[in-house]
């Protein structure tokens, strides 16, 4: 695939889109590119991810993907439920299932 086809995710090494923020120095994090960290690898990008979903288990109590993902990527609609869906699918869990971010293959 031609890099200008490839998604900004890819580009970026960030498959996850998180969004740059001046109070965040991830590992591995070499810049932004329109609101979202750049990573050296795609590897660096995943370890920001799962670091950021403990956090959300940890302090915010956010316990299952819906609730993750409200928090993530919220705007309160439908696009939003389907979106949990698709990601607890992919996960092979409902999306009020419980996760535990400790468990590393289900992170992977």
């Known amino acids: 695939m031609k890099n200008n086809r490839k998604t900004i995710g890819i580009r970026n090494n960030n498959p996850c889109n998180i969004k ?34 403990r956090n959300y288990y940890m302090k915010h109590r956010l316990r299952t ?25 992919g996960c092979g869990i409902t999306p009020t299932e419980k996760i535990n971010p400790d468990d590393e293959d289900f992170m992977v």
């Open 20 to 53: 740059h923020s001046c109070a965040n120095n991830w590992a591995g994090q070499i810049g932004s590119n329109r609101n979202f960290c750049v990573f050296s690898s795609p590897l660096y990008g995943l370890r920001a991810a799962f670091v950021l979903i």
């Open 65 to 89: 993907v819906s609730e993750i993902i409200s928090r993530w990527a919220p705007d309160g609609s439908c696009i939003e439920r389907n979106y949990a869906r698709f990601v607890a699918q």
